[in-house]
């Protein structure tokens, strides 16, 4: 019986996610700028990082290479530069200020136009941006709720007012005709392309801290603010599964589906990295990252097919994690 009592407590010390238990960090892999980075993303195949640093420096970087691929220069910035990302493909890069999108050729290393946009309340700032699969699509989303859908090719914009406080999330589906919305007035909504109507909203009892769609568009995760965390599917938003964890206080920041396991990551408004598994909602760990400053946070997490994550944080330290480590549990 103490045996057994013995191994219990063990197993459970190695999944609390103490890295001494289970290590599965790899280590840093670069830390590509000095200074700390006010955004930053890993392509959605690994190969370029953008990196934006506080001093407004904007460069996307071959990951392998460690080398700049471009640079946009400082006369051609929108500043301040509050939101910023790579497409699908690699070939453009998106930035925006408070009023006004621009768009960027990396392949071909320069600027391509820009865009202004408004929302409903004539103050309103964009708080967040997305752009579709195919380049050909945009959302700017506002601070007083509302969201630009404008077409890029045609330069059409319609715009409609989903939500009552700034939206902080946008997802385009892998067709770029649905895309989810969250925002700090607790609701995620599921919108088709140039529609004002839903095809279903939830609302939850505090902000959306956390929202993440998974790689087929079938499944999401929200974080309702310190309340609770789910896993929902698409189209209709049913329960998947609700994540369990036994600290008293857990906040929510990024997130990403492991597209090659049934794992979910995300990270904390301080340096740490958790994993857990989208079929119970059980907690399989808890890593701390390696930060040069306290307070640094991950930005940005990339998931390849053979099992590794690389997480980039606000120190732009690239570090990866072996996934595969998770399979002995």
């Known amino acids: 019986m103490r045996k057994h009592v013995v191994f219990t407590i063990l197993f459970l010390l190695l999944l609390s996610g103490c890295s001494k238990g289970l290590p599965i960090s790899e280590g840093v892999v670069h830390q590509f700028e000095v200074e700390p980075l006010l955004l930053g993303q890993i392509s959605d195949d690994g190969r ?21 691929e471009y640079q946009v220069p400082q006369n ?89 406080r700034p939206i902080d999330f946008l997802s385009f589906g892998n067709q770029g005709e649905l895309f989810l919305t969250g925002a700090q007035d607790g609701k995620v909504g599921l919108w088709q392309f140039g529609s004002p109507k839903a095809l279903f909203e939830k609302e939850f009892a505090h902000r959306v801290t956390s929202l993440s769609v998974n790689q087929d568009f079938s499944r999401f995760f929200v974080s309702d603010g310190l309340n609770a965390q789910h896993i929902k599917t698409l189209t209709r938003g049913e329960e998947v599964t609700q994540l369990n964890y036994t600290a008293r206080f857990k906040v929510f920041r990024k997130a990403l589906f492991i597209p090659t396991a049934e794992l979910l990551a995300t990270s904390s408004s301080k ?44 120190d732009a330290m690239l570090e990866s994690w072996d996934l595969n480590a998770l399979k002995a549990l």
């Open 48 to 68: 370029l990082l953008l990196t934006v640093t506080a001093s407004e420096q904007v460069k996307v970087w071959r990951t392998a290479s460690k080398e700049i």
């Open 76 to 164: 051609e910035l929108l500043k301040p530069v509050r939101h910023a990302l790579l497409s699908k493909d690699n070939r453009l890069l998106i930035m925006a200020n408070y009023d006004t999108l621009g768009v960027w050729s990396v392949s071909g290393k320069t600027f391509v136009h820009k865009v202004q946009f408004g929302g409903v309340d004539p103050m309103a700032a964009i708080s967040h941006i997305a752009l579709s699969p195919n380049n050909g699509r945009a959302l700017v989303a506002m601070t007083d709720g509302s969201v630009n859908m404008a077409d890029l090719n045609s330069r059409l914009n319609n715009r409609f007012k989903p939500h009552d």
């Open 271 to 314: 340096s740490h990295l958790s994993l857990w598994s989208t079929q119970t909602g059980d907690e399989l760990g808890t890593w701390t990252i390696k930060t040069q400053r306290e307070g640094a946070t991950i930005v940005s997490m990339h998931a390849t097919q053979t099992g590794m994550l690389y997480t980039l944080n606000s």
